[in-house]
């Protein structure tokens, strides 16, 4: 079955920090999404990107949907404290909507 | 605030019992969607329900299932409860079922068998 694979599974950054985390799939995805869960609470939506190759910018959160369309990235600029949390790429191949997630990458933001 | 009401917040309960998780979906959305969330693991596919007929089904057992009323709101009912039940449960709704369509979570249904 479909798989994706997310890395770093967790990461420990100062303040003022640039974050990168990435996600791949074994099969060609149609659509990617990021969103981030903090603790107790349901995913929220960062990011949607529909479209090889779309680069696109949310505050200081930039993600791309990769050319290929097996991968999709995400870059956090001058982290703050606030972005500590769980953050997950989910993928659809198309069809139905059955989002695939990656198992997340915990941020960890020291001050 | 997603637009997605779940209830309960918290629900405790004892091995073997029947509990029942209700969702709301957000104003017009017809697609409706029950993840699981165990302890540091991912979020699992269960079900989902598009304008009250089931659409797609993923990891879900046979002692849960789910139904999704003409008013669009769903339940996902988990019965002979076991211990490795406990976990949070989503539900997520999105305006349709095709592919493409972003999904928004609620907040959760905290989930704890003893």
């Known amino acids: 079955g479909q798989q994706l694979n997310q890395s770093p599974q967790s990461m420990f950054i100062q303040e003022g920090e640039d974050v990168s985390m990435n996600c791949t799939s074994s099969?060609?995805?149609?659509?990617w999404l990021w969103y981030k869960q903090d603790p107790g609470e349901g995913p929220v939506l960062l990011i949607a990107?529909?479209?090889?190759?779309e680069l696109t910018s949310n505050g200081r959160l930039t993600a791309q949907f990769g050319i290929t369309r097996k991968d999709s990235f995400l870059n956090i600029s001058a982290s703050i404290p606030s972005d500590v949390g769980i953050y997950f790429c989910?993928?659809?191949?198309?069809?139905?909507?059955?989002?695939?997630f990656g198992a997340g990458t915990r941020l960890a933001v020291h001050p | 605030d997603s637009g997605v009401t779940q209830t309960p917040k918290h629900l405790i309960t004892a091995t073997g019992q029947r509990v029942t998780l209700r969702c709301s979906p957000r104003?017009?959305?017809?697609?409706v969607y029950w993840y699981q969330q165990s302890l540091d693991q991912g979020l699992q596919f269960l079900i989902q329900?598009?304008?009250?007929?089931?659409?797609a089904k993923g990891n879900i057992l046979e002692r849960f299932s789910a139904q999704q009323f003409p008013d669009l709101h769903s339940e996902l009912n988990l019965s002979s409860l076991e211990l490795g039940d406990s976990a949070l449960y989503f539900c997520?709704?999105?305006?349709?079922?095709?592919?493409?369509?972003?999904?928004?979570f609620g907040e959760g249904s905290w989930l704890t068998v003893v």
């Open positions: 997520a709704s999105s305006p349709s079922g095709s592919s493409g369509n972003t999904i928004y």
């Open positions: 329900y598009y304008n009250g007929e089931e659409r």
């Open positions: 989910a993928g659809n191949s198309g069809g139905y909507n059955k989002l695939i």
């Open positions: 104003s017009g959305d017809l697609s």
């Open positions: 990107l529909y479209k090889a190759g």
């Open positions: 099969s060609i995805f149609n659509t």
